[in-house]
C-alpha cells in the first residue's frame, strides 16, 4: 500500500516536523563536512514544505553522544550553515533539543521560516532517551508541531523518539526522500520486473545472511564478489590462502551453492597480493589457483566480463557490497567494472544499496547513471533483508485519499 506523503497534507500555516538525516561524514581534525550528500538529498522535501508556507521544524541526529565531548564534537551549527548555504533561506539553529527558548523561537517563527534543533542525540546523554524511545520524549516532541514528515531514511531501521516516538503521537507521512528509498527498494524487493539480478559483495557473509537469503529467493541471477565471495570458493573445495575467509559460514555457503544452483555466480578470476596493502605485487589468477600465503583482493577481468555478460538485458539491478577492496587503488577495478556494466543497460531499473558500494560509485564518478543510489547504509541493508522498518512502517498509509 502507497504511502501518504508531504503531498498529501495541509502545510500552510503548519507548524511541519521534519525529521532529517543530517548524520554526514565529518573530518576528524578539522570537523568540516567531508560529504554533504545527505543534506543535499533532504533539501527537495524542506524547500516543498517552505514554499507552501509551512513551518519547518527539523530534527536530526549526528554521530554519536556518550560524552560532553561528544556534543562538542557533534554539534549541529555547522549544518545549519551548510543548509543555510545551500537552500539559501536563513536556517535559524536553536542550541537545544528542549525548553523554553525552543518553544519560543518556534512560537515566533513565519510562514516559510526553517529551524534546526540541536543534535537529537543529545537526549542520549539524559538516559538514552532518544535512542531507547523514551515515550515522554516523543510526546513532547510531537507537541511542537502540527504534523509529521519523516524523510530520514537512514535512520528508518531504527525506533527512535525523533522517528517512532513522535508518530506515535501526530500524524505522520513521507518526505520525498524517503517516498524515493521505498518506491525503489522496497519495489525492488517486492515487485522486482524481471530479469533481476542482484550484485552482492563487500566484507563479509556473516553481515549479509539475510540479504543474500532474501534476494535469492526473488532473483533471476546473483553475482557474488567482494570478500564474501571466499568463503563460497572455499564451499566449492577450492583454496582461498590468506582471503577474508569465514570458517563457520562455510555450510552455509555450501547449502546456497545447492538451493541456488542455476542461480549463483561465482568469480572464476582474482586479484591476488601477499599483503594487504597497495604497495605490495599483486596478480590475477584463476580461482582454482590461489595460493596458501596470497590473499584475494578484487574480481579479476575474466570476472568483470562474466558479470557483465550476466547483466545484459537486466530490468532491475540491485547492487549491495564493492567487489574489492576499493579504498586501495590497485583494487578498484573490479567495482568500476560493475559500475560500468550497470552504467550501460537500457531501460533498467538500477539500485545501490549499501553505505559503501553507494561511496564507491559516487567516487568513481557513477552518481548519475544509477536511478536510485541509497542514503541508507544499514537501513537499506535491512530493507534487502525484506524486514518492515519502524521509521516506514509509522508513515500512513494512502487509502483513499492521497495524490
Ligand atoms: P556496504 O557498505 O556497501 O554494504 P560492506 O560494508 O559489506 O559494504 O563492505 C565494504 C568493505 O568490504 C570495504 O571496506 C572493502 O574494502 C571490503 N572488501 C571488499 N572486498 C574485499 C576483499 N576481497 N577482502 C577484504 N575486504 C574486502
Ligand atoms: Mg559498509
New binding site residues.
Partial sequence: MPKKTVKDIKLKGQRVLVRVDFNVPLDKETGEITDDNRIVQALPTIKYIIEQGGKAILFSHLGKIKSEEDKIKNTLAPIARRLSELIKVEVKFVPTTRGVKLEQAINDMNNGDILLLENTRFEDLNGKKESKNDPELGKYWASLGDVFVNDAFGTAHRSHASNVGIASNIDCVSGFLMEKEINFIGGAVSNPKSPFIAIL???KVS?KIAVIENLLAKADKVLIG??MNYTFLKAQGYNVGE??CELERVDFAKKLLEKGKEKLILPIDIAVSKAFNNDAPFRYTSVTDIKADEM???IGPKTIELFTKALIGAKTVVW???M????MDNYTRGTIGICKAIAELKDATTIIG????AAAAIQFGYRDKFSHISTG?GAS?EYLEGKTLPGVKVIQDCGKHCG
Fill in positions: 559483495g563487500g566484507a553481515d567482494g570478500g582471503s577474508i584475494g583482493m578484487d549491495n557490497g564493492p574489492g577492496v576499493f579504498e549499501g553505505g559503501d558500494s547504509g541493508l
